[in-house]
């Protein structure tokens, strides 16, 4: 026993010092894939007329998606990174008609759809803490199906997919060998998401038509993740801009 509780003091003493080595040496996340499930949040409306019957109130809300995304480094602090984000925001069609004239409120949903590829770079603020600024190609893009089956409602002006770049910056901070926290600012060329309206040309004309806004988006984030075991991270964070959106899944570090 005499021999025992030195050596196990020792090993104690030994095991210490190398977790206070390691997290002296841990630094933020710079080589990982995560992928998870995200939700976009929305406000918007517009009232498109239909020639004789009135008009109809089109809007969109919230709605579940995907997010998923790497970042790995090239050199020094140089790294290339990518990331994928698709949300199925709620439509409602209101008609403001008591029977089947055009049918009743109906659900028909609208899907964002945003990819960004590109290059950044990193400078360490301390051991633990990193600032980084990186750009990126983007494209974003919107689907629907509000226009009913067998019958059009009205028309829809959406641009389709639209090309832009993307700049961001931001900090990272390893707070504790398991957690680690991040904030960032970004900037959209495009990406920014709104309905508008444009009337007939003339009194007798059916329909209306529909209008997709397009345009820049300034955007705030904070995320956080925790390590689960090993290389497993858990992560979420959530994003203001013109879709508000948060996000919970898994980062793998390799």
Not at 132 to 145: E, L
Not at 220 to 235: I, K
Request: glycine residues 16%; charged residues 20%.
């Amino acid at each position: 026993m005499k021999i025992v509780m030195p050596v196990l003091a020792a090993l104690g003493a030994a095991g210490a010092a190398l977790a206070g080595a390691a997290a002296a040496h841990a630094e933020p996340s710079s080589r990982y894939c995560e992928a998870g499930y995200a939700h976009g949040d929305v406000d918007e409306s517009a009232q498109v007329t239909v020639g004789l019957l009135g008009a109809l109130l089109v809007s969109a809300d919230g709605g579940g998606g995907l997010r998923a995304g790497c970042v790995v480094p090239v050199h020094g602090g140089l790294y290339v990174h990518g990331d994928v984000r698709q949300y199925e925001l709620d439509g409602l069609i209101a008609d403001g008609f008591p029977g089947p004239i055009l049918g009743d409120d109906s659900q028909r949903d609208a899907t964002a759809r945003e990819w960004r590829a590109g290059v950044g770079y990193a400078v360490d603020v301390s051991s633990t803490m990193a600032a980084y600024g990186q750009a990126a190609f983007m494209r974003s893009d919107y689907y629907d199906d509000f226009e009913a089956t067998g019958l059009t409602l009205f028309e829809i002006d959406n641009p389709g997919a639209r090309d832009g770049v993307s700049l961001e910056a931001g900090l990272r901070w390893l707070a504790t060998p398991r957690l680690e926290l991040a904030g960032y600012g970004r900037w959209d060329s495009e990406g920014a998401f709104g309905f508008d309206s444009r009337p007939p040309e003339t009194c007798c004309d059916l329909p209306g038509t529909l209008v997709y806004e397009d345009g820049s988006d300034l955007r705030g984030g904070a995320s956080a993740a925790f390590r689960v075991a090993g290389p497993l991270w858990m992560v979420g964070g959530y994003e203001v801009g013109d879709i508000d959106s948060g996000f919970l899944g898994a980062r793998v570090a390799f």
